[in-house]
């Protein structure tokens, strides 16, 4: 059964920080590449960031460049999306998504982020 847990979310203050994970279970984490998502009311999901399986190559959409890191880790199955400098803009519920193309494109349940004062 395939897994994809998020944690990290809540309500920071602007200029703060959080750390999303993403623990993964019911298939070969190493070979999908990792994704961010994250959707705020009113809005479309929006990709935030990718990181391959392979060579680890990681993109950004322009508003998070700079400020979020995404990172995994294959040995505790397990992706991060390290996010600075947030701002009112950031909020949204974050969703992890797993993708390999044919075999299987897998999503978790989100978490909430939310920045205000």
């Known amino acids: 059964q395939v897994q994809l847990v998020e944690s990290g979310g809540g309500l920071v203050q602007p200029g703060g920080s959080l750390r999303l994970s993403c623990a993964a279970s019911g298939f070969t984490f190493s070979t999908y590449a990792m994704n961010w998502y994250r959707q705020a009311p009113g809005k479309e999901r929006e990709l935030v960031a990718t990181i391959t399986s392979s060579t680890g190559w990681t993109n950004y959409a322009d508003s998070v460049k700079g400020r979020f890191t995404i990172s995994r880790d294959n040995a505790k199955n397990t992706v991060y999306l390290q996010m600075n400098s947030l701002n009112s803009e950031d909020t949204a519920v974050y969703y992890c998504?797993?993708?390999?193309?044919?075999?299987?494109?897998?999503w978790g349940q989100g978490t909430q982020v939310t920045v205000s004062s």
């Open positions: 998504n797993a993708y390999r193309s044919a075999y299987g494109n897998f």
